[in-house]
Protein backbone atom coordinates (compact mmCIF):
# COMPACT_ATOMS: atom_id res chain seq x y z
CA UNK A 1 0.00 0.00 0.00
CA UNK A 2 2.93 2.62 1.13
CA UNK A 3 4.22 2.36 -2.93
CA UNK A 4 0.56 3.00 -4.12
CA UNK A 5 0.03 5.70 -2.09
CA UNK A 6 3.62 7.24 -3.21
CA UNK A 7 2.87 7.53 -6.36
CA UNK A 8 -0.89 8.80 -6.03
CA UNK A 9 1.03 11.98 -4.39
CA UNK A 10 2.81 12.52 -8.01
CA UNK A 11 -0.98 13.02 -9.48
CA UNK A 12 -0.99 16.56 -10.90
CA UNK A 13 -4.43 17.30 -10.00
CA UNK A 14 -3.77 19.98 -7.49
CA UNK A 15 -6.48 20.64 -4.70
CA UNK A 16 -5.77 23.56 -2.96
CA UNK A 17 -3.13 25.18 -4.86
CA UNK A 18 -5.76 26.08 -8.09
CA UNK A 19 -7.08 29.06 -6.89
CA UNK A 20 -3.80 30.94 -6.02
CA UNK A 21 -2.41 29.90 -9.52
CA UNK A 22 -5.05 30.30 -12.62
CA UNK A 23 -4.47 30.34 -15.71
CA UNK A 24 -2.52 27.06 -15.72
CA UNK A 25 -3.06 24.11 -17.87
CA UNK A 26 -3.23 20.72 -17.58
CA UNK A 27 -2.64 18.30 -20.59
CA UNK A 28 -4.13 14.67 -20.89
CA UNK A 29 -2.41 13.28 -23.24
CA UNK A 30 -3.97 10.20 -25.04
CA UNK A 31 -2.38 7.32 -26.98
CA UNK A 32 -5.11 4.46 -28.03
CA UNK A 33 -6.07 2.86 -31.29
CA UNK A 34 -7.98 5.74 -33.27
CA UNK A 35 -10.93 3.59 -34.84
CA UNK A 36 -10.55 0.03 -34.54
CA UNK A 37 -13.85 -0.46 -31.69
CA UNK A 38 -12.47 -4.27 -31.66
CA UNK A 39 -10.87 -2.94 -28.59
CA UNK A 40 -12.48 -2.06 -25.80
CA UNK A 41 -10.49 0.87 -25.68
CA UNK A 42 -10.18 2.24 -28.95
CA UNK A 43 -10.48 6.34 -29.53
CA UNK A 44 -13.87 6.47 -30.82
CA UNK A 45 -15.20 4.51 -27.56
CA UNK A 46 -12.87 6.36 -25.14
CA UNK A 47 -13.48 10.08 -26.43
CA UNK A 48 -17.26 10.77 -25.29
CA UNK A 49 -16.31 9.39 -21.86
CA UNK A 50 -13.35 12.00 -21.75
CA UNK A 51 -15.29 15.17 -22.98
CA UNK A 52 -17.96 14.12 -20.61
CA UNK A 53 -15.51 14.66 -17.84
CA UNK A 54 -13.58 17.81 -19.20
CA UNK A 55 -17.45 18.98 -19.65
CA UNK A 56 -18.12 18.29 -16.16
CA UNK A 57 -14.99 20.00 -15.01
CA UNK A 58 -15.66 22.74 -16.31
CA UNK A 59 -19.16 23.03 -15.47
CA UNK A 60 -18.20 22.48 -11.73
CA UNK A 61 -15.96 25.47 -11.77
CA UNK A 62 -14.90 24.21 -7.95
CA UNK A 63 -13.45 20.99 -8.97
CA UNK A 64 -10.47 22.49 -10.72
CA UNK A 65 -10.59 26.21 -10.59
CA UNK A 66 -8.27 28.29 -12.45
CA UNK A 67 -7.11 25.06 -14.36
CA UNK A 68 -7.62 24.89 -18.12
CA UNK A 69 -8.34 20.97 -19.23
CA UNK A 70 -7.05 20.15 -22.98
CA UNK A 71 -6.66 16.83 -24.75
CA UNK A 72 -4.00 15.93 -27.09
CA UNK A 73 -4.76 12.84 -28.99
CA UNK A 74 -1.98 10.41 -30.83
CA UNK A 75 -3.25 7.33 -32.45
CA UNK A 76 -1.15 4.02 -30.76
CA UNK A 77 -2.26 1.61 -33.61
CA UNK A 78 -2.06 -0.65 -30.67
CA UNK A 79 1.41 -1.21 -31.95
CA UNK A 80 4.61 -1.39 -30.06
CA UNK A 81 6.44 0.81 -32.23
CA UNK A 82 4.04 3.44 -33.04
CA UNK A 83 2.66 4.29 -29.45
CA UNK A 84 6.20 4.68 -27.80
CA UNK A 85 7.09 7.19 -30.54
CA UNK A 86 3.68 8.96 -30.42
CA UNK A 87 4.07 8.80 -26.40
CA UNK A 88 7.60 10.49 -26.76
CA UNK A 89 6.18 13.43 -29.33
CA UNK A 90 3.39 14.10 -26.97
CA UNK A 91 5.84 14.39 -23.90
CA UNK A 92 8.27 16.40 -25.75
CA UNK A 93 5.72 18.70 -28.01
CA UNK A 94 2.99 19.35 -24.96
CA UNK A 95 4.32 18.47 -21.92
CA UNK A 96 1.36 16.49 -20.47
CA UNK A 97 0.14 15.62 -17.02
CA UNK A 98 -1.51 12.40 -17.38
CA UNK A 99 -1.29 9.58 -19.92
CA UNK A 100 -4.44 8.07 -20.76
CA UNK A 101 -3.87 4.76 -22.80
CA UNK A 102 -2.36 2.74 -24.01
CA UNK A 103 -4.55 -0.46 -23.23
CA UNK A 104 -2.84 -3.06 -25.50
CA UNK A 105 -0.22 -5.10 -23.52
CA UNK A 106 2.66 -4.72 -25.62
CA UNK A 107 2.45 -0.99 -25.99
CA UNK A 108 1.07 -0.12 -22.59
CA UNK A 109 4.23 -1.77 -21.13
CA UNK A 110 6.76 0.24 -23.18
CA UNK A 111 4.87 4.09 -22.62
CA UNK A 112 4.52 2.81 -19.10
CA UNK A 113 8.31 2.32 -18.59
CA UNK A 114 8.68 6.32 -20.20
CA UNK A 115 5.29 7.56 -18.10
CA UNK A 116 7.29 5.89 -15.08
CA UNK A 117 10.83 7.37 -15.61
CA UNK A 118 8.70 10.56 -16.51
CA UNK A 119 6.55 10.38 -13.29
CA UNK A 120 3.25 11.07 -15.07
CA UNK A 121 0.65 8.51 -14.27
CA UNK A 122 -0.56 6.10 -16.74
CA UNK A 123 -4.34 5.60 -17.17
CA UNK A 124 -5.64 2.39 -18.85
CA UNK A 125 -8.74 0.32 -19.10
CA UNK A 126 -6.24 -2.17 -20.60
CA UNK A 127 -2.93 -3.46 -19.64
CA UNK A 128 -4.82 -6.71 -18.26
CA UNK A 129 -1.74 -9.05 -18.06
CA UNK A 130 -0.36 -9.65 -14.70
CA UNK A 131 3.02 -8.04 -15.21
CA UNK A 132 1.60 -5.05 -14.34
CA UNK A 133 1.10 -6.06 -11.30
CA UNK A 134 4.64 -5.51 -10.59
CA UNK A 135 4.07 -1.73 -8.95
CA UNK A 136 7.58 -1.70 -7.44
CA UNK A 137 9.28 -0.05 -10.06
CA UNK A 138 8.81 -0.04 -14.02
CA UNK A 139 5.01 0.28 -13.43
CA UNK A 140 4.58 2.26 -10.54
CA UNK A 141 2.85 4.99 -12.15
CA UNK A 142 0.19 2.86 -14.14
CA UNK A 143 -3.23 2.80 -12.97
CA UNK A 144 -5.96 0.03 -14.29
CA UNK A 145 -9.51 0.66 -14.39
CA UNK A 146 -10.77 -2.21 -16.21
CA UNK A 147 -10.47 -5.97 -15.48
CA UNK A 148 -6.57 -7.86 -14.99
CA UNK A 149 -6.26 -11.13 -15.49
CA UNK A 150 -5.16 -11.60 -12.35
CA UNK A 151 -8.49 -11.31 -10.96
CA UNK A 152 -9.77 -13.76 -13.23
CA UNK A 153 -6.73 -15.83 -11.65
CA UNK A 154 -8.24 -15.10 -8.32
CA UNK A 155 -11.37 -16.72 -9.08
CA UNK A 156 -10.07 -19.77 -10.35
CA UNK A 157 -8.03 -20.06 -7.77
CA UNK A 158 -11.26 -19.53 -5.47
CA UNK A 159 -13.34 -21.83 -7.67
CA UNK A 160 -10.61 -24.66 -6.57
CA UNK A 161 -10.89 -23.62 -3.26
CA UNK A 162 -14.59 -24.17 -3.42
CA UNK A 163 -14.03 -27.47 -4.64
CA UNK A 164 -11.62 -28.77 -2.57
CA UNK A 165 -8.94 -29.32 -6.22
CA UNK A 166 -5.92 -29.35 -4.52
CA UNK A 167 -3.77 -31.93 -6.50
CA UNK A 168 -4.01 -30.85 -10.34
CA UNK A 169 -4.81 -27.89 -12.69
CA UNK A 170 -4.37 -27.50 -16.49
CA UNK A 171 -4.54 -24.24 -18.26
CA UNK A 172 -5.55 -24.78 -21.90
CA UNK A 173 -5.13 -22.12 -24.46
CA UNK A 174 -4.87 -21.12 -27.98
CA UNK A 175 -2.01 -18.79 -28.32
CA UNK A 176 -2.71 -16.22 -31.35
CA UNK A 177 0.86 -14.74 -31.61
CA UNK A 178 -0.34 -11.59 -33.77
CA UNK A 179 -1.80 -8.56 -32.59
CA UNK A 180 -1.98 -8.80 -28.32
CA UNK A 181 -1.93 -12.13 -27.48
CA UNK A 182 -5.28 -12.27 -25.85
CA UNK A 183 -5.46 -15.83 -24.95
CA UNK A 184 -2.16 -15.68 -23.47
CA UNK A 185 -2.31 -12.58 -21.35
CA UNK A 186 -5.32 -14.20 -19.90
CA UNK A 187 -4.23 -17.53 -19.22
CA UNK A 188 -1.22 -16.28 -17.96
CA UNK A 189 -2.83 -14.55 -14.75
CA UNK A 190 -4.53 -18.01 -14.23
CA UNK A 191 -1.81 -19.80 -14.29
CA UNK A 192 0.33 -18.06 -12.10
CA UNK A 193 -2.44 -17.40 -9.42
CA UNK A 194 -3.26 -20.91 -9.43
CA UNK A 195 0.84 -22.13 -9.14
CA UNK A 196 0.87 -19.50 -5.89
CA UNK A 197 -2.67 -21.18 -4.70
CA UNK A 198 -2.02 -24.91 -3.25
CA UNK A 199 1.85 -25.48 -2.86
CA UNK A 200 0.51 -29.54 -3.92
CA UNK A 201 -1.25 -28.01 -6.85
CA UNK A 202 0.48 -29.42 -9.95
CA UNK A 203 -0.32 -26.71 -12.83
CA UNK A 204 0.07 -27.38 -16.40
CA UNK A 205 -0.31 -25.71 -19.20
CA UNK A 206 -0.83 -26.08 -22.58
CA UNK A 207 -1.32 -24.29 -25.64
CA UNK A 208 -3.20 -25.99 -28.80
CA UNK A 209 -3.08 -25.86 -32.37
CA UNK A 210 -6.42 -27.21 -33.28
CA UNK A 211 -9.71 -28.39 -31.78
CA UNK A 212 -8.37 -31.98 -32.32
CA UNK A 213 -5.17 -31.18 -30.35
CA UNK A 214 -7.07 -29.49 -27.12
CA UNK A 215 -9.55 -32.54 -26.64
CA UNK A 216 -6.72 -35.11 -27.09
CA UNK A 217 -4.77 -32.89 -24.32
CA UNK A 218 -8.02 -33.27 -22.09
CA UNK A 219 -8.69 -36.96 -22.68
CA UNK A 220 -4.66 -37.78 -21.76
CA UNK A 221 -4.48 -35.16 -18.46
CA UNK A 222 -8.26 -34.77 -16.84
CA UNK A 223 -10.88 -36.77 -15.41
C1 LIG B 1 -2.49 27.24 -21.90
O1 LIG B 1 -2.88 26.84 -23.20
C2 LIG B 1 -3.24 27.93 -24.04
C3 LIG B 1 -3.77 27.36 -25.35
O2 LIG B 1 -2.98 26.29 -25.78
C4 LIG B 1 -2.03 28.84 -24.26
O3 LIG B 1 -2.38 29.92 -25.05
C5 LIG B 1 -1.53 29.32 -22.88
O4 LIG B 1 -0.35 30.06 -23.03
C6 LIG B 1 -1.27 28.15 -21.94
N1 LIG B 1 -0.97 28.66 -20.62
C7 LIG B 1 0.09 28.28 -19.92
C8 LIG B 1 0.23 28.90 -18.58
O5 LIG B 1 0.91 27.48 -20.36
C1 LIG C 1 -8.90 -4.15 -35.87
O1 LIG C 1 -8.10 -4.92 -35.00
C2 LIG C 1 -8.31 -6.31 -35.12
C3 LIG C 1 -7.48 -6.96 -34.03
O2 LIG C 1 -6.15 -6.68 -34.20
C4 LIG C 1 -7.90 -6.75 -36.51
O3 LIG C 1 -8.14 -8.14 -36.63
C5 LIG C 1 -8.71 -5.98 -37.53
O4 LIG C 1 -8.26 -6.30 -38.83
C6 LIG C 1 -8.58 -4.49 -37.31
N1 LIG C 1 -9.53 -3.78 -38.18
C7 LIG C 1 -9.15 -2.79 -38.95
C8 LIG C 1 -10.23 -2.16 -39.76
O5 LIG C 1 -7.98 -2.41 -39.02
C1 LIG D 1 9.04 3.85 -9.62
O1 LIG D 1 10.05 3.11 -10.28
C2 LIG D 1 11.13 3.90 -10.73
C3 LIG D 1 12.05 3.02 -11.56
O2 LIG D 1 12.48 1.89 -10.88
C4 LIG D 1 11.85 4.49 -9.51
O3 LIG D 1 12.90 5.32 -9.94
C5 LIG D 1 10.84 5.34 -8.74
O4 LIG D 1 11.43 5.83 -7.56
C6 LIG D 1 9.61 4.51 -8.39
N1 LIG D 1 8.62 5.42 -7.81
C7 LIG D 1 7.90 5.10 -6.77
C8 LIG D 1 6.93 6.14 -6.32
O5 LIG D 1 7.99 4.03 -6.20
C1 LIG E 1 -9.64 -31.86 0.32
O1 LIG E 1 -8.86 -32.78 -0.40
C2 LIG E 1 -7.81 -33.37 0.35
C3 LIG E 1 -6.92 -34.19 -0.61
O2 LIG E 1 -7.67 -34.77 -1.63
C4 LIG E 1 -8.40 -34.19 1.48
O3 LIG E 1 -7.38 -34.75 2.27
C5 LIG E 1 -9.28 -33.27 2.33
O4 LIG E 1 -9.94 -34.03 3.32
C6 LIG E 1 -10.31 -32.54 1.47
N1 LIG E 1 -11.00 -31.55 2.29
C7 LIG E 1 -12.33 -31.39 2.29
C8 LIG E 1 -12.86 -30.29 3.14
O5 LIG E 1 -13.06 -32.07 1.59
Not at 48 to 55: H, K, R, S
Not at 144 to 156: H, N
Not at 187 to 212: D, H, N, P, R, T
Request: proline letters at 6%; hydrophobic letters at 40%; aromatic letters at 14%.
Amino acid sequence: MVVQFSWLFLLPFPQAAGATSPNRNITLAVVLPETNTSYPWAWSRVQPALQLALEKVEREGRLLRGYRLQLEFASSDCSEFTAPQHAVDLKLYHDPDVFFGPGCVYPAASVARFTTHWQLPLITAGAAAYGFDDKRDHYNSTVRTGPSATKLGELAHQLLLHFNWSSRAAVLYHDIKSDDRPHFFIIEGIFMALEKSYSSLQVLYKSYESEEDAIQFMKDNAR
